[in-house]
C-alpha cells in the first residue's frame, strides 16, 4: 500500500472539513464538519502507525484516544447547543453576536448593550445572562485588590454595582455612589473567601 | 519501510479497494457539508464514517475499524441526530443552512487542498509498506495500551467523567451559577 493513498484522502477530508466549517451556518452542521477533520486526522494516525511498524502502535493508540475525545466533544458541544437554544431558540451561528463588538455591521438580533432588555421582551433573560459571561472578570479582578488592601474597602465595591446597573438597563452612576459601604465590605470579604 | 516502491500504474487489490472506499468517504464527506436537509447531513455521516471503516480495516487496523463503527456510528451520529431533533430543525429542505461566506469558504477549502495533496505527494511519493494482516488486532492493541499506554488511558477516564458531568450540569436548567 502506497503511503500517499490515505494521505490523500484524509487531506481532502480535511478541506471538506474546512469547507462546512467555515460555510454552514447551522452549528450542528459545524460539529459534524468538525468530526469530518477529526477522522482525517484519524486515518492519518493509522496510515502512518502501520507505514512506521510502530511496535507501541502509539499511532493507533492515539487514534483511540481522539476517536473518545471526539466523542465527549460532541457531547459537550451538543449540551451547549441545547443550552443556546434554549435561551435564544436558534442555532444560527450568524445570528449569536452577543460577544461581537456593538459597532459592528446591523447584527439580525438587537445589539448586546443597555438596550437590549428593552428591545426583546420576549425572552427577559436573555441580556442578563449574556452578561453573566463578563461579570465575574471584574470580580475576580478585584480580588487581589481586595487581598492588597485589608479591611473593607470602597473603591472596590462600586464595580459589581457598574455592572449590575448597566445590565440592569436602569439606575445610573449615583447608585454608585449610594452604594453601602457595610455591604461593599461584606462583599469583598466573602469574595475574598471564595478566593 | 521504504523498499523498492512498485509502480503507481499496477495497483494492486488492497489499494484498489482502499481508493474505492476513500471515493465513497470524500464523496459522502462532501455531500454532508452541501447537503440542503439537515437529516441526509447526518445520514451521509454515517456513510463517511462507515467507509472510513473500511479503510481502517483495509490498512489492518482492525479494532480501530471496530471502534469507529461502535462509537461513532453507533454513538457520535445518534447524539447529533438527538441534537438535530431537540432543536425542532427542520426535516426536509432548508434554503438557510449555509451562511453567506460559501465562496470564501470554498476558495479556502480548495487551496488547503491544493496544499496538503501538493505537500504529502511531494514528501511520500516512495513510501510503501506492505500489508500484514494482525498487527492491529484487539490483543495487540490491549496489550500495548495496558502496557505502555496506561496513564494516558487513565487519564482519558479521568476527561470522559469530566466531560459527562459538564454536559449535566450545562444542560439541566434547575442547577444555578453562584450570583
Known amino acids: ?43 492519518n494516525l493509522v496510515a502512518f502507525d502501520v507505514w512506521l511498524r510502530d511496535r507501541l502502535h502509539g499511532g493507533q493508540v492515539l487514534t483511540l484516544f481522539v476517536i473518545v475525545i471526539a466523542a465527549a466533544e460532541v457531547g459537550l458541544g451538543l449540551a451547549i447547543v441545547l443550552a443556546l ?20 455591521v446591523t447584527p439580525a438580533t438587537p445589539a448586546p448593550g443597555p438596550a437590549a432588555p428593552g428591545v426583546s421582551p420576549s425572552a427577559p433573560g436573555i441580556a442578563s445572562a449574556g452578561y453573566e459571561g463578563p ?61 | 519501510m521504504t523498499e523498492a516502491v512498485p509502480s503507481y500504474l499496477s495497483p494492486t487489490g488492497q489499494e484498489i479497494v482502499f481508493l474505492l472506499l476513500g471515493a465513497v468517504a470524500v464523496g459522502a464527506g ?16 454515517v456513510v463517511c464514517f462507515g467507509a472510513m471503516a473500511g479503510c481502517y480495516l483495509v490498512l489492518t487496523a482492525e479494532f480501530v475499524a471496530w471502534v469507529q463503527v461502535l462509537i461513532y456510528v453507533g454513538a457520535v451520529v445518534v447524539l447529533l441526530l438527538f441534537g438535530i ?32 495533496v501538493t505537500v504529502v505527494i511531494d514528501g511520500f511519493r516512495t513510501a510503501y509498506t506492505p500489508l500484514d494482516p494482525g498487527t492491529g488486532a484487539a490483543k495487540e492493541l490491549g ?16 476527561l470522559l467523567l469530566a466531560a459527562l458531568i459538564g454536559a449535566i450540569v450545562i444542560s439541566r436548567t434547575d442547577i444555578r451559577g453562584r450570583n
Not at chain 1, 493513498?5 to 467555515?22: N, R
Open chain 1, 1 to 43: 500500500m502506497h503511503v500517499v493513498y490515505p494521505a490523500i484522502v484524509s487531506a481532502l477530508l480535511f478541506s471538506i472539513g474546512v469547507y462546512g466549517v467555515l460555510a454552514r451556518r447551522n452549528t450542528i452542521l459545524v460539529l459534524m464538519s468538525v468530526e469530518l477533520m477529526l477522522n482525517a486526522v484519524n486515518l
Open chain 1, 85 to 104: 437554544y434554549r435561551n435564544r431558540q436558534t442555532v444560527d451561528l450568524d445570528r449569536l453576536r452577543a460577544l461581537a463588538e456593538p459597532s459592528s
Open chain 1, 135 to 195: 461579570a465575574p472578570t471584574p470580580g475576580a479582578a478585584s480580588a487581589p485588590d481586595a487581598g492588597s488592601a485589608p479591611g473593607p474597602g470602597p473603591a472596590a465595591a462600586p464595580e459589581p454595582d457598574d455592572q449590575r446597573t448597566r445590565a440592569g438597563g436602569e439606575g445610573g452612576m449615583a447608585d454608585d455612589a449610594a452604594a453601602p459601604s457595610a455591604a461593599g465590605g461584606e462583599r469583598t470579604t466573602r469574595r475574598r473567601e471564595e478566593s
Open chain 2, 30 to 45: 462532501l455531500l454532508v457539508v452541501t447537503t440542503r436537509q439537515l437529516v441526509h447531513a447526518a445520514l451521509w455521516l
Open chain 2, 85 to 116: 431533533m431537540l432543536t425542532r430543525a427542520p426535516i426536509g429542505r432548508s434554503a438557510d443552512l449555509d451562511s453567506g461566506n460559501k465562496t470564501v469558504a470554498a476558495i479556502v477549502a480548495v487551496a488547503t487542498a491544493a496544499v496538503l
Open chain 2, 143 to 158: 496489550s500495548t495500551i495496558f502496557r505502555n499506554w496506561v496513564l494516558p488511558f487513565e487519564a482519558l477516564s479521568v
